[in-house]
């Protein structure tokens, strides 16, 4: 990337407000280069900036906004939450204001007005971005309960340490509590409300969400989630979702799954279910269609070869 000579190294990268040109000693003069491309009043970026993360791109939008921060599709999308939001990847930058103060007008800017607690909003690298609980709410509106149950899910899934950079969930259930008690009369509140009634900690992924919901929803059991079971032959595994009294355990299976050691581990993994008496429902993406209705399927006919019957 070729960076223009009359920008500091630290701007030449994103997206940055005058203000900050002006204090690392570009001259009004320069900020007329032409390679310099001015966004809205107030911010401007290298012309050939090449591609930037969109937590950088947004920054100096929160900056120049008083009381503001990034929030709504915008947030999501930092927060790389799962779940289906309408506009989640879009243009548009997503910005809320403290109220009183005035919803925010820029250019590819959809301003929102708002109240903000303190603990609703956090800095990111330099940019001021709703909490990922606040961002759940405030999406609330655009989406369907499922997909809020699915990154309600997210929120509260534990973390696996030796995997990842944490050891604590984003969210608890007290905490989303205390959110919507909070914010009674909240566009889509009704609709979170229900996810959270919705919500299981023990989640891995949105799929396993999905699927979890579309078993209970056509009157099967609800399924232990990410639990460790005993098998007769000495050996442990922790299926995605199981049904003990059933012996029953079901396994999504990602794009991952093809890959030739991990096919050799799920053969080594079915054997141990065999060996056990167990029955693995193993479920692909395909099975997920039409609102899982092959999934469902597959684990009815588990469930009920081992004389679990509907309830009348």
Known sequence: MRRPTQLPPHLASAPFTVAEARVAGVSPGKLRHSEIVHLCRGIAKAADDGDTELALLVRPYSVVTGYSAASH??????????????GARGKTIHIARQFPHGIPRRTGVTGHRTHLGDDEVECLAGLWITTRIRTWLDCARRMSVDELTVVADHL??????E???RSAPYATVE???????????????????????????GSDS?????LRLAIVRAGRPEPVLNTAVDLASGARRTPDQSFARYRVAVEYEGAGHSDPEQVARDIAREEDYAGAGW???????????????????KVRRALGSRGWKPSV
């Open 73 to 86: 599709a915008t947030a999501f999308a930092i927060w790389d939450f799962p779940g289906f939001l309408p």
């Open 156 to 161: 509260l899934r534990i973390p696996r340490p």
């Open 163 to 165: 995997f990842e950079a």
């Open 175 to 201: 905490e989303l509590v205390a959110l919507l008690g909070r914010h009674r009369g909240t566009p889509g509140i009704r609709k979170a409300r229900l996810a959270l009634e919705h919500a299981r900690v």
């Open 206 to 210: 949105a799929p396993e969400t999905r």
């Open 279 to 297: 029955i693995q429902v193993r479920i692909a993406k395909r099975h997920m269609e039409h609102e899982a209705r092959a999934a469902v399927a």
